[in-house]
Antibody, heavy 122, light 107 residues
C-alpha cells in the first residue's frame, strides 16, 4: 500500500523557519517525482514545488522561490521542504503528492499524504 | 504561467442530477488536464487524467472531455458521496496550476 506521511508542521512566527518531511512507503521511492501542494484556510489548491526522481530537476512556484528549498533522500524514502522567511500568507495545510508519469507524457498526482498544517503568526 | 479558470465556482444539485463543470486554460494545453475531488478535511483524490481517462477505482459516472483550452468534468447521476469540491489541474508546463475549484452542494 502506498503511504505518504507528512510531518513537521506547526506554529511559527513571521520570518521564522520550518522543515517539513514526507515519509514514503509502499513503492520504489527513487522511481518517482514528488510534489508539495498547499491549501490556505478556505482556499483552493496551490502547487508550490516539485522534484524529479534523482533530484536533477527542481521547480518552485514564484510565491515561494528563494525562500523554500525542496530536497529528497532516496535512501531514506523521504522528501523535505525547508521553509525560510515565512510569511502570514504561507499559512496553509501542506500536502506531499506523488508524481505519476503515464505513457511517457501525462503527469498526474496519484497519491497524496494527509497534510500537515503550518500557521505563521506572531 | 498558464491560468486555469473553472466555472461555476459553486453549484447546488440534487441526487440523480447530471452535473457539468467547466475548466478553461489561458493557452492550449493539449489534453494535459487532470481532475481531482476533495472532501472537507481530506486530501484531494484523482478522478480523471489526460482529460478523459478514468483513474482506477473511480466510478464510471465520472467522465472528462476536452482538448486545447476547454475541458469538462461530467457526473452523469450525482450521488450523495459526490458532494465535494472539484479541481482541474494542468500539467502541460510548470507551474502545474490548479483551477480555483467548484463546490458541489446539496440542493
Amino acid at each position: 500500500e502506498v503511504l505518504l506521511v507528512e510531518s513537521g508542521g506547526g506554529l511559527v512566527k513571521p520570518g521564522g523557519s520550518l522543515r517539513l518531511s514526507c515519509a514514503a512507503s509502499g513503492f520504489t521511492f527513487n522511481s518517482y517525482g514528488m510534489n508539495w501542494v498547499r491549501q490556505a484556510p478556505g482556499k483552493g489548491l496551490e502547487w508550490i514545488s516539485s522534484i524529479s526522481s534523482m533530484s536533477n530537476h527542481i521547480y518552485y512556484a514564484d510565491s515561494v522561490k528563494g525562500r523554500f528549498t525542496l530536497s529528497r533522500d532516496n535512501a531514506k524514502g523521504s522528501l523535505y521542504l525547508q521553509m525560510n522567511s515565512l510569511r502570514a500568507e504561507d499559512t496553509a495545510v501542506y500536502y506531499c503528492a506523488r508524481d505519476f508519469l503515464h505513457s511517457g507524457y501525462y503527469y498526474y498526482f496519484d497519491y497524496w499524504g494527509q497534510g500537515t498544517p503550518v500557521t505563521v503568526s506572531s | 504561467d498558464i491560468q486555469m479558470t473553472q466555472s461555476p465556482s459553486s453549484l447546488s444539485a440534487s441526487v440523480g442530477d447530471r452535473v457539468t463543470i467547466t475548466c478553461r486554460a489561458s493557452q492550449s494545453i493539449s489534453n494535459y488536464l487532470n481532475w481531482y475531488q476533495q472532501k472537507p478535511g481530506k486530501a484531494p483524490n484523482l478522478l480523471i487524467y489526460a482529460a478523459s481517462n478514468l483513474q482506477s477505482g473511480v466510478p464510471s459516472r465520472f467522465s472528462g472531455s476536452g482538448s486545447g483550452t476547454d475541458f469538462t468534468l461530467t457526473i452523469s447521476s450525482l450521488q450523495r458521496e459526490d458532494f465535494a469540491t472539484y479541481y482541474c489541474q494542468q500539467t502541460y508546463s510548470v507551474p502545474r496550476t490548479f483551477g480555483q475549484g467548484t463546490n458541489v452542494e446539496i440542493k
